[in-house]
């Protein structure tokens, strides 16, 4: 296949990665890998480019465009370059009702940027604001590099960021 020498774009842990979650599933129901695939792809290079999401194609064996419309498609996976920690701040209803948007307020105060913005230093990364990130019973919360953080005030965030490198 003329995309698989493609797939050496991907790294052989990333390849491992993959072929984990393909014996997931039927041979001929690879296309289900595809969102784990770029899971490890974005944690390894920090983003997916077009070239990433053409090798998990040719990896997977399937047509570009069923990799490039998940890339896209979920908010969970990023597009272009972002800091070294990425920041989400719930601002659903539970969340809100317990003080979510003051500590979103706080967060960009601290952070001096918006959401969909990275800091000018290239540390933190604050991800545009979030519906749910299902911790209702614990808000205000945010999670931090695909950890959570819950009952917030504006002193553990202040922690918490500070000890960011």
Sequence with gaps: MAGAANSTALSAHVRAEIDTWKQKFPAERQRSAVIAALHAVQHEQGYLTPELMEAVAAYLELPPIQVFEVGAFYSMFETTPIG?????????ISCMLCGGDEILEHVKGK??????QTTPDG????????????????????MVDHKYYENLTPDTVDEILDGLD
């Design 123 to 142: 540390r933190v990364f604050l991800k545009a604001e979030y519906e749910c990130l299902a911790a209702c019973t614990g808000g205000p919360m945010m």
């Design 84 to 92: 070294r920690h990425s920041v989400s701040v719930c601002t659903n």
């Design 111 to 116: 952070l001096g940027i918006e959401p969909g």
